[in-house]
């Protein structure tokens, strides 16, 4: 097993782009543009590697679809945090039998953290045969080769070797959106919660170096866009590993001085890893958005412990408090484990605790999965699912009438927002983000769509507030 982290030669890169041109050359003869279907699932880094492969497909040649009997090549890009993501996964890829008997030529890949787990690519190389392509994010970079070989001579390619992980820059990118872009940071993580599946299959942690980064913000906001994410496992961690050290506020103050309008976001943060000087710069910097995702996980100190989690509920609050007195207007949002192995409802009611102090803006709940080959899924789980379901349900509906007081403290108020899209709701028409990334759903003309507006806010409720253009 290769522990070293690698830097992939730019010769390297190159030679994938020269195979991208040869398969050009191949799709160019066809007689119709081939389509691609990229389906995605789990958070914004797989999001941003989907990016990289609709990239890498566009010099393919490849036009896009949505529509898998359209398409020459589907391309399943993976999430394996939780059992619930890997059925959806699992059910669909299966049902795409189907749709390659009818399109034999079709070649079905799979790729993303499900397929770097040995028994996934084991079971999709026995039961699966239908999938031609399996890699996983260590080996993104090299997608083009792949595809190649396989327009050259049919087969199956496996790809999965266990790495440290690398880093490969140059590579290209369709972006999804026009207003929003993800930036990846930092690729891997180091922490091994005793619970999350990220370490084994994303590798360790590396960071890009600070001038491709900064370059990367630059040109997105030549181009317009308005909200740019930060993206790592562990931001708050960033630099660490590079020749000249240099921490993530270091760099959070380097983007903020890249001139434009437009706002600075980050994501995820490890409370372990979020420091005073952090809390400064954010309270310094007036592009980075006034919001902190910090995931506490569980309220009880010998569930952190047994999750590895290496801090205590008081650490947590004090950097909560910390923070509020810098920023008194944080919009904060945090993950939350409910019935970790062995976890009582007694334990589980110092996570409400923790609900009821720092008051969340909103948060990501989930029920322990577990996952194989981590610590916690070896570790006794004797609470019932009816009793985890109800505690589960008991915070659910407490931050639900947190998040509805907290939304409703908005209304009658003016805030400059973002507007971000077109909204599904037929009495609004738009759709925008407060700074701190509330969702509005806003009346007003599409044009709008892209600028820094002034919202009166209007309505609230417990997921959305609602509102109307101002004058500015
Ligand atoms: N079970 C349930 N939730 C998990 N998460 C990570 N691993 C698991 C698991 N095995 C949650 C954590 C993490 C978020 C991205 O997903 O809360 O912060
Ligand atoms: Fe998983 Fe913990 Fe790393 Fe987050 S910090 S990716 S929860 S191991």
Same mark, same amino acid.
């Given at each position: 097993?290769?522990?070293?982290?690698?830097?992939?030669?730019?010769?390297?890169?190159?030679?994938?782009?020269?195979?991208?041109?040869?398969?050009?050359?191949?799709?160019?003869?066809?007689?119709?543009?081939?389509?691609?279907?990229?389906?995605?699932?789990?958070?914004?880094?797989?999001?941003?590697?989907?990016?990289? #492969?609709?990239?890498?497909?566009?010099?393919?040649?490849?036009?896009?679809?949505?529509?898998?009997?359209?398409?020459?090549?589907?391309? #399943? !890009?993976?999430?394996?945090?939780?059992?619930?993501?890997?059925?959806?996964?699992?059910?669909?890829?299966?049902?795409?039998?189907?749709? %390659?008997?009818?399109?034999?030529?079709?070649?079905?890949?799979?790729?993303?953290?499900?397929?770097? =787990?040995?028994?996934?690519?084991?079971?999709?190389?026995?039961?699966?045969?239908?999938?031609?392509?399996?890699?996983?994010?260590?080996?993104?970079? %090299?997608?083009?080769?792949?595809?190649?070989?396989?327009?050259?001579?049919?087969?199956?390619?496996?790809?999965?070797?266990?790495?440290?992980?690398?880093?490969?820059?140059?590579?290209?990118?369709?972006?999804?959106?026009?207003?929003?872009?993800?930036?990846? #940071?930092?690729?891997?993580?180091?922490?091994?919660?005793?619970?999350?599946?990220?370490?084994?299959?994303?590798?360790?942690?590396?960071?890009?170096?600070?001038?491709?980064?900064?370059?990367?913000?630059?040109?997105?906001? =030549?181009?317009?866009?308005?909200?740019?994410?930060?993206?790592?496992?562990?931001? !708050?961690?960033?630099?660490?590993?590079?020749?000249?050290?240099?921490?993530?506020?270091?760099?959070?103050?380097? /983007? !903020?001085?890249?001139?434009?309008?437009?706002?600075?976001?980050?994501?995820?943060?490890?409370?372990?890893?979020?420091?005073?000087?952090?809390?400064?710069?954010?309270?310094?910097?007036?592009?980075?958005?006034?919001?902190?995702?910090?995931?506490?996980?569980?309220?009880?100190?010998?569930?952190?412990?047994?999750?590895?989690?290496?801090?205590?509920?008081?650490?947590?609050?004090?950097?909560?408090?910390?923070?509020?007195?810098?920023?008194?207007?944080?919009?904060?949002?945090?993950?939350?484990?409910?019935?970790?192995?062995?976890?009582?409802?007694?334990?589980?009611?110092?996570?409400?605790?923790?609900?009821?102090?720092?008051?969340?803006?909103?948060?990501?709940?989930?029920?322990?999965?577990?996952?194989?080959?981590?610590?916690?899924?070896?570790?006794?789980?004797?609470?019932?699912?009816?009793? %985890?379901? %109800? !505690?589960?349900?008991?915070?659910?509906?407490?931050?639900?009438?947190?998040?509805?007081?907290?939304?409703?403290?908005?209304?009658?108020?003016?805030?400059?927002?973002? #507007?971000?899209?077109?909204?599904?709701?037929?009495?609004?028409?738009?759709?925008?983000?407060?700074?701190?990334?509330?969702? /509005?759903?806003?009346?007003?003309?599409?044009?709008?769509?892209?600028?820094?507006?002034?919202?009166?806010?209007?309505?609230?409720?417990?997921?959305?507030?609602?509102?109307?253009?101002?004058?500015?």
């Amino acid at each position: 097993m290769n522990r070293q982290t690698t830097t992939i030669p730019p010769a390297d890169v190159e030679r994938q782009l020269a195979c991208c041109r040869e398969v050009a050359q191949l799709t160019s003869q066809w007689p119709q543009q081939p389509l691609a279907f990229v389906d995605t699932y789990g958070c914004q880094q797989n999001e941003a590697d989907s990016e990289r #492969i609709r990239g890498y497909l566009r010099e393919m040649g490849f036009g896009f679809t949505d529509d898998e009997e359209q398409a020459r090549i589907i391309v #399943i !890009n993976t999430c394996a945090i939780r059992e619930h993501a890997e059925q959806r996964v699992l059910g669909n890829v299966g049902a795409l039998v189907h749709v %390659k008997r009818r399109h034999p030529e079709q070649l079905i890949c799979l790729c993303g953290c499900m397929m770097q =787990e040995p028994h996934v690519a084991q079971k999709i190389r026995q039961s699966y045969r239908h999938v031609d392509l399996v890699f996983g994010p260590h080996a993104l970079w %090299k997608f083009p080769e792949m595809v190649r070989d396989l327009l050259q001579q049919r087969g199956r390619i496996f790809s999965v070797a266990d790495e440290a992980g690398s880093i490969a820059e140059g590579i290209p990118v369709v972006r999804q959106d026009k207003v929003k872009a993800w930036v990846s #940071i930092m690729y891997g993580c180091n922490n091994f919660c005793s619970y999350c599946i990220v370490p084994y299959v994303r590798g360790r942690e590396r960071s890009r170096k600070p001038e491709d980064i900064l370059a990367e913000v630059r040109q997105l906001a =030549e181009e317009g866009y308005k909200d740019i994410t930060l993206l790592g496992q562990n931001v !708050n961690s960033y630099g660490k590993d590079l020749p000249e050290p240099m921490d993530f506020a270091d760099l959070l103050r380097a /983007v !903020n001085a890249i001139p434009g309008d437009f706002l600075i976001r980050f994501m995820t943060s490890h409370p372990k890893d979020a420091t005073h000087k952090l809390f400064e710069t954010m309270a310094q910097c007036e592009k980075v958005a006034p919001v902190l995702h910090l995931p506490f996980q569980a309220g009880n100190d010998r569930i952190l412990k047994a999750m590895n989690r290496r801090h205590t509920r008081q650490e947590y609050l004090a950097k909560i408090r910390d923070l509020k007195a810098l920023i008194p207007d944080i919009v904060l949002t945090s993950d939350i484990i409910v019935g970790f192995p062995g976890e009582t409802t007694e334990e589980f009611e110092d996570t409400l605790k923790v609900l009821e102090e720092v008051r969340f803006d909103a948060l990501f709940t989930f029920i322990f999965s577990p996952r194989v080959g981590t610590p916690a899924a070896q570790m006794e789980d004797s609470m019932p699912r009816e009793e %985890k379901l %109800k !505690n589960f349900n008991r915070l659910v509906e407490l931050q639900d009438s947190i998040s509805e007081e907290k939304h409703a403290a908005y209304v009658g108020k003016t805030v400059r927002c973002l #507007i971000d899209g077109v909204s599904d709701d037929a009495r609004y028409d738009l759709t925008a983000r407060t700074p701190g990334n509330r969702l /509005v759903r806003v009346v007003g003309p599409s044009q709008a769509v892209g600028q820094f507006r002034l919202v009166k806010i209007t309505d609230s409720n417990k997921w959305s507030l609602y509102g109307e253009l101002a004058e500015d």
